[in-house]
Nanobody, 121 residues
Framework: QVRFVESGGGLVQPGGSLRLSCAASGMTFPVGNMAWYRQGPGKQREWVASVIVGIGTDYANSVKGRFSISRDNAKNAMYLQMNSLKPGDTAVYYC???????????????WGQGTQVTVSS
């Protein structure tokens, strides 16, 4: 099945850290811009961060200064380092192309299962 594959989630206490990974299944990992998203309980999926080729990174205000997005082209992977986690960060985290590309095929069909992050004491 062609999709993105997320991993690295888990249960962590407030203030803790996690590192999420994103890979591609059934396709070549895109060389262009990529992004992380999340969907909390009872909420719509929201954009978290983007890595923009040749420019750098961008973050939602809610995670700025705590999260760090990166990619390793040699490993065909992308990462999200999450520090100082808060209960409000509890969500299923997904990776995909940046928001402007999501409505387009094939990216809108390539959502993975996501990885659950739970921040709780």
């Amino acid at each position: 099945q062609v999709r993105f594959v997320e991993s690295g989630g888990g249960l962590v206490q407030p203030g803790g850290s996690l590192r999420l990974s994103c890979a591609a299944s059934g396709m070549t990992f895109p060389v262009g811009n990529m992004a992380w998203y999340r969907q909390g309980p009872g909420k719509q999926r929201e954009w978290v961060a983007s890595v923009i080729v040749g420019i750098g990174t961008d973050y939602a205000n809610s995670v700025k200064g705590r999260f760090s997005i990166s990619r390793d082209n040699a490993k065909n992977a992308m990462y999200l380092q999450m520090n100082s986690l808060k209960p409000g960060d509890t969500a299923v985290y997904y990776c995909n192309r940046p928001p402007a590309l999501i409505p387009m095929t094939p990216w809108r069909d390539y959502w993975g299962q996501g990885t659950q992050v739970t921040v709780s004491s």
